[in-house]
């Protein structure tokens, strides 16, 4: 496997709240809960929102909220706004101390 | 405060290397690891490696094995990623990326080092 499965493509109207998936397998989303959730506006590095399945670091929203299901990530973004457009990626430590990353998701707010 | 600061943009011919640097201030280097991340032109990220000085570990993602190297120098507070035989699929922004060590997430992101392969 080289990278987990995001949808491509998520818009939402601002003030409504949008969810992101990623799903892997039981050899790393699955087996582990070390996924984090990463933002990226565009020219710029990415920037961490999420660690542990559901920790937001200090600084970061509370409009921003994690969970996982078996093999599958969620990344939820309340009351979206126009500055949460942006590229969002998953990752997941694996086996082998590795990683693997989501094949990203672009938020559209419209 | 963190900072991580990677080194200029490079142009490279194909079959060649290239040598990325990140020089890190504001923390105690050798008590972190670092990983590299790339992303190619409008794509996304791809995980490559990691250090960790304290413990001496390296460990490469099987797809640039053979290929990449990563150091580190202590006294520098920097870290290094060289990557050969390149080709026109390593055409991208290389970053590095910071994490506490075995909490599997990466907290500090440098600004990113893009390199070009062309002929």
């Known amino acids: 496997q080289s990278a987990l499965t995001q949808p491509a493509s998520v818009s939402g109207s601002p003030g409504q709240s949008i969810t992101i998936s990623c799903t892997g397998t039981s050899s790393d989303v699955g087996g582990y809960d070390y996924v984090s959730w990463y933002q990226q506006h565009p020219g710029k590095a990415p920037k961490l929102l999420i660690y542990?399945?559901?920790n937001r670091p200090s600084g970061v929203s509370t409009r921003f909220s994690g969970s996982k299901s078996g093999n599958t990530a969620s990344l939820t973004i309340s009351g979206l706004q126009a500055e949460d457009e942006a590229d969002y990626y998953c990752s997941s430590y694996a086996r082998s101390n590795t990683y693997f990353f989501g094949t990203g998701t672009k938020v559209n707010v419209l | 405060q963190v900072q991580v600061v990677h080194s200029g943009a490079e142009v490279k011919r194909p079959g060649s290397s290239v040598k990325v640097s990140c020089k890190t201030s504001?923390?105690?280097?050798?008590?972190?690891?670092m990983h590299w991340v790339r992303q190619a032109p409008g794509q996304g990220l791809e995980y490559m490696g990691i250090?960790?000085?304290?413990?001496?570990?390296?460990n490469y993602a099987r797809k640039f094995q053979g290929r990449v190297t990563m150091t580190w120098d202590t006294s520098s507070s920097s870290v290094y990623m060289e990557l050969s035989a390149l080709t026109s699929e390593d055409t991208a922004v290389y970053f590095c990326a910071r994490e506490i060590p075995a909490t599997s997430y990466f907290d500090y992101w440098g600004q990113g080092t893009l390199v070009t392969v062309s002929s």
């Open positions: 542990a399945v559901s």
């Open positions: 504001g923390y105690p280097f050798s008590s972190f690891y």
């Open positions: 250090v960790n000085p304290r413990q001496n570990y390296i």
